[in-house]
């Protein structure tokens, strides 16, 4: 597992901090000075041809600066000295042309500052790109082999390590990387009666080495996926209307993040989030508690740790819903000053070329009491929805996800397989028809948030039992 | 400051000469620069100002029948060198495929005039938008909006002699929002466009008056009432989200894969007769359209569907060789649909149950074309009238089915800068609300 410094990495981590430090004295106002690279690398089999094999390394400086209540920011993949200190003049020079113009003379953002080295690259020995090939090969291998009747098949590693060194002129300097690897397989089964598809994700926090390298260690998680297919491709349809029905924890987190932690973010607060009206007041059944973890949660890591965030603010956990209170937004260091709390290490970029915004981290409903055997046996007919592949939400909290994989619920027991379906419902409204949470917890290892700059997060929950409107035919 | 032509031909020689001392057989070095200028307003305020430069080479090898891609944004010469070398690598860890290839000997070179928005300019139409909103719409929240000024250059050279230059400019206008009144807002909409100038106001361009307009009138909602095979009527915003999901089915992993509801469809009826849609990034009017493809060709103007009848696929230059048809003259997107004869009017007035749809927020259709999702910003029509907005309410169809069932197609259309796509009457829509 990730988590011990590499040596070679950690140098140059070293040396891409001190090599800010040389640049403190050009900040005239309040300024971020940030170095960032992002390494991609994407390889994609179809049907065994590789249709991609790219890699992709995106690096550069930006510099964003605060005077008077409004921000300058620049970027330039340039980082030699004049070109930082390019960087720096311009980020000033447009905080200053707004300034001149809309003179709103805002409160200084004074919240202290923040110190971290976090560096999770490996400590494996490195594959070479031809072990990674030679993987992705073997596994299609025993897709195209064990699954003959399969029409399509996928096969894609799509790995990014993100680097960031950060220096402030409130004195906050860190530096992090932080990988994520991801194998994505998806397969599809035509009997004739129109294509069905069906996929999974593996790996996550970490980088290739750490997760992948041995092609049988996913064999009996692919026959499994196969088998989920096959049910799938006989499956129906569910009856339209409200039901009850188990969200299992890729949906539970779909929920956490998409329909309850963006109305939450202070900034879509302020542009008329429902949840603008209800701090402090009951929004939930008692049994649902949410919290966006900084960097470790329940005592084990969280899928994107954030120890400083890109204003330099040290990442803290947020107990968004206690107990079904609505407890507290998200905010960055502008937001925090607008309604009078603290920052809570929230503002995140996705590239260089980008500023912070207020972005979750690793949002979770917190586990409950119930064992997830009995919370099926308690519907006498409704659906256990298992996989999403998409969601969206707006500031209404009105929600819909996309599900593909799904099982209806007979007198307590799961039945057919269900096709694709979609789900929706309001979800403060929503959430406070759960009646039961189960006690065990998962992350999905995947997650994006697409919020002007595709960030990964993390999203994780337990089981949950509610009352939702499915989509039929 | 903006990469020149000279700049980028110097970078691009240095690349070409690296990749051939290779001994690569086939190679490909594909430069892109961009230049933004981006106003940002946040909760209605005007709060920040970007400007961003940025660099990507992206290098290609074809060794033995093996491809490696590598992309990069330092283009010092070392760092030419050792991601020349990673490509290279990259292309030996690959698999045999004889259909990988660069394309073929093709000359061009197109040159803005200049590349400096005004930005005085800029935050004057900005704050003119926001002044406007504020009395026009009281009710309305400016959740986001971004106006931007893009310069992009592309410059495409290979080892067949390729030599492509294309630089354009335009500016970009999002905007993000909703409305509120007391404790009750509506869901939330928003709204691209893209201009070549900015001598019209921002409040006059595309969809922009008319979407925010409408907020208000979504404050107050009702779930559609029942359940029915209705009639829809789809604005133009959202029928390019349909053309979106039609067009991936046209594309490359689908038609390779023989998943797509198109496949073996060329020549064929696949819409109503009433459909004629062309991709036209050359079109002058079209703000930001491209002239180079992904693969490195000269793009050209396309039609893909004439009166319902399939005309072209988008096949990339791999793509069509997997799949032995014709590679297209460009990679989509600047979408026209041929206006009608009907007036909006008169397609409302046609309709006994149905919706107007706005918004579709649904999961990615199934390969099948199946799709199911909330139908968002959407108002019940009833009787030929428009009449209150809805919330949950869900819509479901086959994309197939919804181009197949188009009755009427409106003679106005939305003219965004990057589409002009007119309104569409279709039937056979499951509609279900409480």
Not at chain 1, 227 to 251: F, N, Q, R
Not at chain 1, 385 to 395: E, Y
Not at chain 2, 206 to 226: N, Q, S, Y
Request: aromatic share 8%; glycine share 10%.
């Amino acid at each position: 597992m990730p988590g011990d410094y590499n040596e070679s990495a950690k140098k140059e981590g070293i040396l891409n901090l001190e090599y800010l430090d040389g640049f403190r004295d050009d900040f005239s106002e309040y300024t971020e000075l940030r170095y960032q690279k992002n390494s991609n690398l994407r390889i994609s089999l179809l049907n065994g041809d590789i249709v991609a094999n790219t890699r992709n390394r995106i690096s550069g400086i930006s510099a964003r600066v605060y005077a008077g209540g409004v921000w300058g920011f620049s970027a330039s993949p340039e980082t030699a000295h004049e070109d930082v200190r390019a960087v720096i003049r311009a980020a000033t020079r447009n905080a200053q042309f707004l300034d001149s113009r809309e003179n709103r003379n805002a409160m200084p953002l004074a919240y202290g500052s923040a110190r971290g080295y976090h560096d999770f690259s490996t400590i494996q020995g490195k594959a070479a790109p031809k072990e990674i090939t030679g993987f992705l090969r073997e596994i299609d291998g025993y897709l195209k082999k064990s699954y003959p009747d399969i029409s399509a098949r996928s096969v894609t590693m799509a790995n990014l390590d993100m680097e960031k060194a950060l220096l402030t002129s409130e004195g906050s300097r860190a530096y992090s990387m932080i990988p994520r690897a991801l194998l994505v397989i998806s397969l599809t089964l035509d009997k004739g009666d129109g294509p069905v598809d069906l996929y999974d994700v593996y790996g996550g926090f970490g980088q290739y080495e750490d997760h992948f390298g041995i092609a049988e260690d996913f064999y009996e998680r692919l026959d499994k996926l196969y088998v989920k297919l096959k049910a799938k491709s006989e499956g129906i349809y569910p009856e339209a209307g409200e039901h009850d029905v188990i969200m299992d924890a890729d949906l539970a987190g779909i929920l956490a993040h998409e329909a309850i932690g963006h109305t939450t973010e202070a900034d879509i607060v302020l542009g008329g989030s429902v949840a603008g009206d209800y701090l402090n007041k009951e929004v939930a059944s008692p049994l649902v508690s949410l919290t966006d973890f900084a960097h470790t949660a329940l005592g084990k890591p969280c899928p994107v740790p954030v120890y400083v965030d890109d204003e330099g603010t040290e990442g803290e956990d947020v107990a968004i819903i206690e107990k079904g209170v609505l407890k507290s937004y998200l905010f960055n260091k502008e937001t925090a000053l607008h309604f009078g709390f603290a920052p809570t290490g929230n503002a995140r970029a996705s590239e260089y070329s980008d500023e912070p915004l207020i972005r979750m981290r690793n949002t979770a409903i917190l586990p409950g009491k119930d064992r997830l055997g009995d919370m099926i046996a308690s519907i006498d007919h409704g659906y256990y929805l298992a996989r999403a592949s998409n969601g969206q939400a707006d500031t209404t909290s009105e929600f819909m996800f996309g599900v593909v994989m799904g099982y209806e619920i007979i007198n307590g027991k799961l039945g057919k397989a269900l096709k694709n379906t979609t789900i929706s419902g309001v979800a403060f409204d929503m959430l406070r028809t759960v009646s039961m949470v189960s006690d065990e917890m998962s992350w999905s290892c995947a997650g994006m948030c697409g919020k002007k700059q595709a960030i990964p997060v993390g999203m994780g929950g337990p089981a949950v039992k509610c009352r939702v409107n499915i989509g039929g035919k | 400051m903006m990469m020149s032509y000279d700049k980028s031909l110097e970078i691009l020689k240095k690349s070409c000469s690296s990749l051939k001392e290779t001994g690569a057989e086939k190679t490909a070095c594909d430069l892109s620069h961009s230049k933004t200028h981006e106003l940002n307003v946040d909760g209605g305020e005007i709060s920040l100002f970007r400007t961003i430069f940025n660099t990507e080479l992206t290098l290609t090898v074809i060794k033995d029948a093996r491809k490696g891609t590598m992309t990069t944004n330092r283009t010092d010469e070392a760092s030419i060198r050792e991601t020349v070398q990673e490509t290279y690598d990259i292309a030996l860890s690959s698999e045999k495929d004889p259909a990988y290839d660069i394309s073929g000997h093709n000359i061009m070179k197109t040159e803005l005039s200049g590349d400096e928005p005004d930005a005085d300019r800029m935050y004057e139409r900005l704050k003119e938008f926001t002044a406007d909103v504020r009395q026009k719409y009281p009710e309305v929240i400016l959740e986001q909006a971004i106006l931007d000024y893009k310069v992009l250059t592309r410059h495409y050279k290979n080892s067949n002699s390729a030599d492509l230059y294309h630089e354009r400019g335009f500016y970009e206008f999002t905007v993000m929002f909703s409305a509120k009144r007391e404790a009750k807002s509506s869901s939330f909409n928003y709204v691209n466009v893209t201009m070549n100038d900015l001598s019209r106001p921002l409040f006059d361009i595309g969809g922009v008056d008319r979407l925010i307009g409408e907020a208000p009138f979504l404050i107050e909602t009702k779930p559609f009432p029942g359940k029915c095979v209705g009639q829809i009527i789809v604005t133009p915003e959202c029928l390019m989200d349909f053309i979106m999901f039609l067009s991936s089915h046209l594309s490359d992993r689908a038609m390779i894969t023989r998943t797509s509801f198109l496949k073996d469809s060329l020549g064929k009826g696949v819409a109503s007769p009433l459909v004629t849609l062309r991709s036209l990034p050359l079109d002058p009017s079209m703000a930001g359209g491209y002239a180079i493809t992904h693969d490195g060709f000269p793009a050209e103007n396309l039609t893909l569907i004439e009166k319902g009848v399939l005309k072209s696929y988008l096949l990339s230059q791999y793509g069509a060789v997997k799949c032995n048809l014709d590679r297209a003259a460009n990679n989509g997107y600047f979408y026209v649909l041929e206006p009608g004869d009907d007036s909006l009017d008169a397609m409302i007035g046609r309709v006994k149950k149905g919706l107007l749809l706005t918004r579709f927020s649904g999961g990615n259709p199934g390969e099948n074309g199946d799709f199911s999702g909330v139908a968002k910003n959407s108002f019940l029509i009833e009787n030929g009238e428009i009449k209150q907005g809805l919330s949950e309410t869900m819509i479901s169809g086959n994309i197939k089915d919804l181009f197949q069932n188009i009755t009427a197609v409106s003679r106005e259309t939305n003219d965004s800068g990057h589409s002009r796509i007119p309104w569409v009457l279709t039937e056979g829509i499951t509609i279900s609300g409480k």
